[in-house]
C-alpha cells in the first residue's frame, strides 16, 4: 500500500502545499522547509520583493515538522530533478525527540523508516558519549527518548494505527490543511492570523504578553548563549553533520542547491552550523548582528515572531541569501 501513497500522506500541511504546486512547481525557484520557525516566520511575497525580482518563492514548512521528519520530506522532494536551477533554504534543527504524548500517532511515525531510526538512534548515542557530564538529558531522559524512537519505529514498520489514514489518502479523502496555504497561496501564513481562530494560539499570545511587556528584551540572555556555543570550536564528525553533507550533495546532483539556516535562539546549534560548507549555511542567529530580533514587540510568543518580526526576518534572510548567491556564483 505504501508504494501507491504520496511520500507526504502524514503530514496534512505539507501535504496541502503539495498537492496545490502540482504542476505549478517548477515556476518557483526558491522553496523553504521547516518547522512553525519557517512556516509562521518566512513571507515569500517579501522575500521575493527583497530579491529584485530575481525570485519567486513558495513556503513549505508546516507546524512541528522536525527532524528526521524534515529531512524526510525533503529528500523526497529532491528526488524529481528541479526544471531550473533552484535554491532550497531549509532550518537547521536538532532531532527532537518523539513526545509520550504524541505516541502511536501516524504524525509521529510515518516518516520513520529504518534509515532515519538509525539516524537518529546514532545521534542520540554521540551526543550522549561526547558530553556524558554536560548533557542536559539525564540518563534517564534519554532512555525515554530512546524506547520512544523505537516504539515509533515499530508502529511504521507493522503499520500500527495507520490503515483507516493510509486508506483515507489512497481514496483522496486523507487529512488536508488548507489553511496552510495562507490567503496569498504562498505558504505562509502569520501566528496572529491563526490566533483569530485557534483558541490555543490567542491563550499563548496572552500568557507571552502576560510575562513580557513590551520593552523587554532577550538580548542578553541570547547573547551570553551565542558566545558560550561560539567557543564550542571542535571539529567533530557527527551522524547528524554526516547526513546534511549527504543531502547537500544529493540536491546538487539533482539541479539544487541547499542552504541550512540557523534561526534565531538556536544558538545551541552554532558547533554543528559551523561545519556546514560556507556556501550552503546561514547566519540569522547571531544577537550581536542583528540585535532588533530580540526586542519583544516583534515576538508572538517565545519562540516565534510576531507578523512584523516575521517581516523584518524576511528581510534579512533575502539579504543574506542575495549575499550567499552572488558570491558563490
Known sequence: ????????????????????????????????????????????????????GATRSFNLGYRA???????????????????????????????????????????????????????VKNEYQNQRNASPDTSKVSDEMAANHLKNLRLSFIDNLFKHHHAREMLLSLLGQGDRDIRALGK??????????????????????????????????????????????????????????????????????????????LVPKRSELLPLFNQIPIENRINLANPQEFPHFYHNKYWFDKKHFNEVGAEIFTQQLAKKYLDITTAYE
Request: proline share 4%; net charge neutral.
Open 1 to 52: 500500500m505504501d508504494t501507491t501513497l504520496p511520500y507526504y500522506w502524514g503530514n496534512p500541511g505539507y501535504a496541502a502545499k503539495m498537492e496545490f504546486l502540482g504542476e505549478q512547481r517548477d515556476s518557483f525557484n526558491v522553496f523553504f522547509f521547516g518547522s512553525s520557525r519557517v512556516y509562521r516566520q518566512v513571507m515569500p511575497d517579501v522575500f521575493d520583493a527583497h530579491t529584485r
Open 184 to 261: 496569498a497561496k504562498d505558504g505562509f501564513i502569520s501566528l496572529d492570523k491563526s490566533a483569530l481562530h485557534t483558541k490555543g494560539l490567542v491563550k499563548r499570545r496572552a500568557e507571552f504578553l502576560a510575562q513580557y511587556d513590551t520593552t523587554q528584551t532577550s538580548f542578553d540572555a541570547e547573547m551570553t548563549g551565542y558566545q558560550i556555543a561560539l567557543k564550542d570550536s571542535l571539529e567533530y564528525k557527527t551522524p547528524h553533520l554526516q547526513k546534511i553533507n549527504q543531502l547537500i550533495e544529493a540536491a546538487a546532483l539533482q539541479n539544487y542547491t541547499l542552504i541550512f539556516v
Open 65 to 119: 515538522t522536525f527532524n528526521p521528519e524534515s529531512y524526510y520530506l525533503l529528500e523526497n522532494f529532491i528526488k524529481k530533478k528541479a526544471a531550473q536551477p533552484t535554491y532550497i533554504l531549509i532550518e537547521l534543527q536538532p532531532f527532537v525527540p518523539i513526545a509520550d504524548r504524541n505516541l502511536h500517532t501516524v504524525r509521529s511515525n510515518y516518516f520513520l523508516n529504518y534509515h532515519y531510526f538509525s539516524l
